[in-house]
C-alpha cells in the first residue's frame, strides 16, 4: 500500500529560512497539509487492510478450492463485523484488485447475493451458480444445448433453487446464447 513520508528535517529548514510572514504562512500551511495527507493514506491504508483481510477470511473456501465455493457475502456482513459504515466499505473495494492464489480479482467481486438451496439454513452464492451453469453449457452436447428449463432443473437437482427465468438472465449476463 502506499505510504507517505513528510521529512521533518527539511521541514524546519524551510519554515526557518522563510523570510516574510507570507513565505511563514505559505509553509506552515504546505507541512500541515503534507501531514494530513500523510495521516489519510495512513487511515485509508488501514482501512483497507482491516476490510481486505475480513472478506478473504470469509472466502477462504473460495481462494482454497475455486469459484463453486463462493459464498454469499453483502456490504453490510462486513461493515457489521469492522464496525464501519456500507458506504465506506464500498468506497474502500471500489477500483482495488486483490493479487491471490487464485489470481487477480477486483474486490468487489468478493461480493455476491445468496440463492437458496435445498438444505436449510445453507445457501449458495449468485456467482458460483453463474460458474455451475457456465460448467453445465462447456460440457453440454453442442448438437442438442439444455434449454433454460433443463438447466434449471439440473441445478436444481444439485440442490439449488433457480427458476427458468434466473437461468435465462444469467445466461444473458454472461453473453451466452440460449439454446435456441
Given at each position: 500500500l502506499p505510504?507517505?513520508?513528510?521529512?521533518?528535517?527539511?521541514?524546519?529548514?524551510?519554515?526557518?529560512?522563510?523570510?516574510?510572514?507570507?513565505?511563514?504562512?505559505?509553509?506552515?500551511?504546505?507541512?500541515?497539509?503534507?501531514?494530513?495527507?500523510k495521516r489519510a493514506v495512513a487511515k485509508r491504508n488501514s482501512t483497507t487492510l482491516k476490510v481486505g483481510s475480513e472478506i478473504i477470511r470469509r472466502q477462504t473456501d473460495f481462494l482454497e478450492k475455486g469459484l463453486d465455493h463462493l459464498k454469499p457475502l453483502s456490504l453490510k456482513?462486513?461493515?457489521e463485523k469492522v464496525n464501519m459504515h456500507e458506504s465506506t466499505i464500498s468506497r474502500v473495494t471500489s477500483g482495488l484488485l486483490i493479487n491471490t492464489p487464485r489470481g487477480t480479482f477486483p474486490l468487489k467481486s468478493f461480493f455476491s447475493i445468496s440463492i437458496d438451496?435445498?438444505?436449510?439454513?445453507?445457501?449458495?452464492?449468485?456467482?458460483?451458480?453463474?460458474?455451475?451453469?457456465?460448467t453445465i453449457i462447456s460440457d453440454e452436447n453442442v448438437n442438442k444445448?439444455?434449454?433454460?428449463?433443463?438447466?434449471?432443473?439440473?441445478?436444481?437437482?444439485?440442490g439449488?433453487?433457480?427458476?427458468?427465468?434466473?437461468?435465462?438472465?444469467?445466461?444473458?449476463?454472461?453473453?451466452?446464447?440460449?439454446?435456441?
Open positions: 505510504s507517505i513520508y513528510v521529512n521533518k528535517k527539511y521541514a524546519d529548514e524551510m519554515q526557518k529560512k522563510a523570510i516574510d510572514e507570507d513565505a511563514k504562512e505559505y509553509t506552515s500551511q504546505a507541512i500541515a497539509s503534507a501531514r494530513w495527507l456482513d462486513i461493515a438451496t435445498d438444505r436449510p439454513g445453507i445457501e449458495t452464492s449468485a456467482a458460483a451458480v453463474r460458474n455451475l451453469i457456465k444445448p439444455f434449454s433454460d428449463e433443463a438447466l434449471a432443473e439440473i441445478i436444481s437437482n444439485k439449488v433453487k433457480l427458476a427458468r427465468r434466473t437461468v435465462a438472465k444469467y445466461r444473458e449476463l454472461m453473453c451466452i446464447p440460449s439454446s435456441a
